[in-house]
């Protein structure tokens, strides 16, 4: 597996542009010499690769002069929009970011599906790439440059369009750490394209299913084989259906979700939770265990309180019933919109049962209620900031055309941000919007991108897009304290 690590660097060797589509140093060719060159000579001095790849890959030296002093030098001008209130109308069509029109209209769909057995020994390419995480459920966006790569997805599209996208951690040391465990990727669709020997592809890929790599090896072509366990999705069963009597089970009509009827009408929340907890009250004196024990692991109940936690960030642009409604899709699905850090969601697909991935996302969802810089800790925005654009939800995987996958997610306001260079609305992820890339007002890293609309007619004119890999969520200092009291 050591050897995977060389395969990364491979491919980002093409890319790392600092936004959607222009490096840098395109942007920096019109108004102001004596910057352009200062941006150039940064380019050219890796700045490019940490900052725009969200990827900071060499924190070492930060602190210790030069890079700190060339970091200050080509930070952007303060970004000094404030925005007052939270979108209440959103007038931007909100499927134009899922269709990534950005990766061009000629990608070929591909239909059918392949499901590996669980529990089953298979053999497959396996692939990592720092940023990515790939989740069951979630559509990723791939740029690919690397050759390797290529000839090894070509091949796999020709077959059953299955890969194991490894996941892999950034530890505090900067080291790149490769973990035993990924997510198979089904190819939806691909544009391959070869120009004078030179190889490209664009591709959407959707996760599948978690595996343990039991094996790996890489072939004298270079592609990395691994035999791995396909793991299985432990099955959530009801706790309470063992003291359940048979007669009484045919009359129950469980009150599943608090789900939309007929008319549209959302079931009122707090009747639906009423009667459920009546219900659990009764069939617990059954058992041998009180009720708020059965409540604690009653997925329904947890995906209730997860819901409650999301649904200030969706208002306005998505209704939550859209959502994944088995438990075990619904735990991926929070795991992959939540910003998280690497290890936090790597910590959630090795949990191998959807009652306990619910349980630990719930306690990171009421965790996390600040965004900060994940180099500096400065405070960027607040999670009452964070509200959602796409029918993806608040945040989604996005490719640049440096082949960079960058989970944005985004918010109607943030604080502490410098903007660098013009708004560009070239290969926009939001088209329609234009972006200008965002650095952290302290340290000067990289931390997304701030769009604004082209078109007056879009509600709202402005938003933010921070790039997970900047992002550190956590309690406020206040809340830490309130928090550890309530323990
Ligand atoms: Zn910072």
């Known amino acids: ?26 942007d920096s060719d019109a108004e102001d010499e004596a910057e352009d060159s200062e941006d150039e000579v940064e380019v050219n001095g890796g700045e490019a690769q940490n900052n725009g790849a969200g990827s900071d890959d060499q924190d070492s030296d930060d602190e210790d002069g030069f890079m700190y002093h060339v970091r200050m030098q080509i930070a952007g001008r303060v970004d000094v929009d404030t925005v007052t209130a939270r979108p209440t109308m959103i007038t931007y069509d909100p499927s134009l970011p899922t269709t990534h029109a950005y990766l061009g209209d000629d990608l070929e769909d591909h239909s059918g599906r392949t499901v590996l057995d669980d529990d089953s020994f298979v053999s497959i ?70 120009e004078a020997g030179i190889g490209t592809m664009r591709l959407k890929a959707i996760g599948r299913q978690r595996f343990k790599v039991i094996e790996s090896h890489r072939q004298l072509d270079g592609i990395l084989m691994g035999k791995v366990l396909i793991l299985e999705e432990k099955e959530v069963t009801d706790p309470l259906e063992g003291v359940r ?44 265990l009180p009720s ?30 859209a959502v994944p409604a088995n438990a075990v899709d619904f735990s991926y699905w929070v795991a992959s919109k939540m910003p998280l850090e690497d290890k936090q ?33 400065t405070h960027i925005g607040n999670k009452s900031d964070v509200f959602s654009m796409s029918l993806d939800g608040p945040m989604a995987a996005y490719v640049n055309p440096g082949g960079y996958v960058h989970e944005t997610l985004t918010l109607y306001k943030a604080q502490n941000l410098n903007l660098l260079g013009r708004p560009s609305t070239e290969n926009s992820w939001f ?57």
């Not at 009597?245 to 707090?270: H, Q, W």
């Not at 910590?347 to 994940?374: F, H, I, P």
Request: glycine share 6%; hydrophobic share 35%; net charge positive.
């Open 245 to 288: 009597l048979k007669s009484y089970r045919a009359r129950r009509v469980p009150p599943s979700s608090p789900r939309t009827s007929g008319t549209g009408f959302v079931e009122d929340a707090a009747t639906w939770r009423r009667k459920r907890r009546k219900m659990q009250f009764h069939e617990a004196a059954l058992s041998s």
């Open 125 to 194: 390419p396996l692939m990592q790439m720092h940023g990515v995480i790939l989740t069951p459920g979630q559509t990723v966006p791939f740029h690919i440059f690397n050759q390797r790569s290529i000839a090894m997805l070509r091949s796999v599209i020709a077959n059953d369009r299955t890969f194991g996208m490894l996941y892999d951690c950034k530890l505090s040391s900067g080291e790149v750490f490769v973990t035993n465990m990924g997510t198979t990727a089904e190819i939806i669709s691909s544009k391959d394209e070869d």
């Open 292 to 321: 708020f024990v059965y409540e604690m692991y009653d997925s329904a109940m947890l995906m209730f309180h997860i819901k409650c936690e999301l649904r200030s960030w969706y208002e306005g642009s998505m209704r939550l019933d």
């Open 1 to 26: 597996m050591d050897d995977s690590e060389e395969d990364n660097s491979d491919f980002h060797s093409a890319d790392e542009s600092l936004g959607h589509g222009e490096a840098q140093s395109g």
């Open 431 to 487: 088209p329609g919007f234009a972006w200008t890339i965002l650095q952290c007002r302290s340290c000067a890293h990289h931390m997304g991108w701030k769009f604004t609309a082209v078109k007056k007619k879009y509600k709202p004119q402005k938003f933010w897009g921070l790039t997970r890999s900047a992002l550190q969520s956590s309690l406020q200092d206040n809340e830490m304290e309130h928090f550890v009291l309530q323990m």
């Open 345 to 377: 969601r790597i910590g959630l697909l090795q949990v191998d049962s959807a009652v306990q991935r619910l349980r630990a996302e719930l306690n990171l969802l009421k965790q996390c209620t600040v965004l900060r810089c994940k180099n500096c800790r």
